[in-house]
């Protein structure tokens, strides 16, 4: 009597980047994670992943210290569609807004482990990839958050902002009125409440934010830039919005920054 | 002509802990810990904690693989305040409530770097030492998180809800009445805003939490409870209320969880 085999579903390991995406020189990756999230990683062959191009650059690098099963272009690495990348996964207050990702955890249900990996960071945080989470959920697979470098948290812990309620808000309008008002409205949400308030921007926006943030907020409000967090350059600055003027501190438009509020 | 000399200030380095903290038995560091992290760890003699005994026996773990600078019983290991501990350093809305910290900093006036440390995870988030690290900024001192496990962020990770727009809002009140309200009150924003909303409870209320939870959401919202991350006995569950009704999923009251609800 033959018997069918089942091989039990594999797992999505949520993998962590380092935070020095596009920098140079790169330092090694054990600067940032533990040996156990590059052990886990090394041993993977299917990734989801926002960028197939990044995630061999970074595989290359993590094949410098730990072996991997097999040749990168024996991978399979599939992209999330750029529908995600661009909108989120999410439509706020819509779930129908939803991506399905179920499609690309099919090696899963074959008894492979996938890794879900964005250009920097955890995925999923401040960053495409929940839906692929999501989805691993309702097909009832294991889900594995790996140990690494997450900046918002980083700069939260370094902020001497209220670490014990504190949201993180995404991106700041662009448009100099709407700007305004969503930071006096960030601004009145951490007076009242003594929430921390956290957001980020594209970098070449930087020193504009920066500016609109001086502008709009009153004098004795605590504002906290985290700039290149892990980076050789890191440099993270807290003071209120008086203190920031006087001293006369300034932004590049080239490092990554966090930006947060408080009382 | 005699020239003083004046000591370059330390840095304030922000250590994480692994987040084993009470169990048995507990893996080494390097799960959890970049080598970063624990070459830096192990450089420090001057350290402000919660709890001197804890800091004494991870250190102890850490001189395992680190050879440390000094015996334990030469190090400085001051503990936060009884009141930090118990009210956190921010007392909502009052900035008059922050605990002065400085006092707790004069190593590094003295050229020391000095090592901040809670019991588990990242210091000042979701625990205290804010206290600390704003004191650090205003004596103008650099301060550098380092990278390790944080457990509110491996959760809303690995949960499936929305990463670019969240909140961790900290302890839900224990008594019935107000926990019941408060409950609503946090799906009501989550559903309205899709800000997905992060909180936790002492390991021991767990299961009352989980039965308030299903007893005050509505049936389609999704409540996500990660429990032991990091541990052997990690398990992230993401499903809509209607969904754990169905499968009678329980938690023990043993082990750390950290809940979330979203759409």
Redesign the interface.
């Known amino acids: 009597m033959s018997t069918t085999k089942h091989p039990s579903p594999g797992r999505l390991l949520?993998v962590p980047a380092p935070l020095d995406f596009g920098c140079e020189p790169q330092g090694p990756l054990?600067?940032?994670?533990?040996?156990?999230t590059l052990q886990a990683a090394a041993n993977l062959r299917h990734w989801v992943c926002e960028n197939a191009k990044t995630t061999r650059a970074l595989l290359k690098r993590l094949s410098a210290t730990h072996p991997l099963p097999c040749p990168l272009q024996e991978m399979q690495i599939q992209e999330l569609p750029r529908q995600v990348h661009k909108k989120?996964?999410?439509?706020?207050?819509?779930?129908s807004g939803l991506f399905d990702a179920k499609p690309l955890l099919q090696a899963a249900l074959l008894g492979h482990d996938i890794g879900l990996v964005s250009e920097a960071g955890?995925?999923?945080?401040?960053?495409p990839?929940?839906?692929v989470?999501?989805?691993?959920?309702d097909l009832s697979l294991t889900?594995?958050?790996l140990?690494?470098?997450?900046s918002?948290?980083?700069?939260?812990?370094?902020?001497?902002?209220?670490?014990?309620?504190?949201?993180?808000?995404?991106y700041i309008p662009t448009d100099a009125t709407e700007r305004s008002k969503r930071l006096r409205e960030l601004e009145q949400r951490a007076?009242?409440?003594?929430?921390s308030q956290l957001f980020i921007e594209t970098p070449y926006r930087n020193s504009a934010l920066l500016q609109a943030l001086l502008q709009s907020l009153k004098p004795s409000t605590r504002l906290v830039c985290a700039s290149g967090?892990?980076l050789p350059q890191?440099s993270?600055?807290?003071?209120t919005v008086q203190q920031w003027k006087q001293r006369s501190w300034q932004l590049d438009n080239a490092t990554p920054v966090v930006f947060a509020l408080g009382?």
Chains 1, 2 share one sequence.
């Open positions: 949520l054990q600067h940032t994670l533990p040996e156990a989120g996964d999410h439509v706020t207050g819509d779930r955890m995925p999923a945080v401040a960053d990839g929940s839906s989470v999501r989805a691993a959920h889900v594995v958050p140990v690494g470098p997450v918002l948290l980083l700069a939260l812990a370094g902020s001497g902002l209220n670490g014990q309620d504190f949201a993180f808000v995404g007076l009242q409440t003594g929430q967090l892990t890191q993270i600055r807290s003071a009382a």
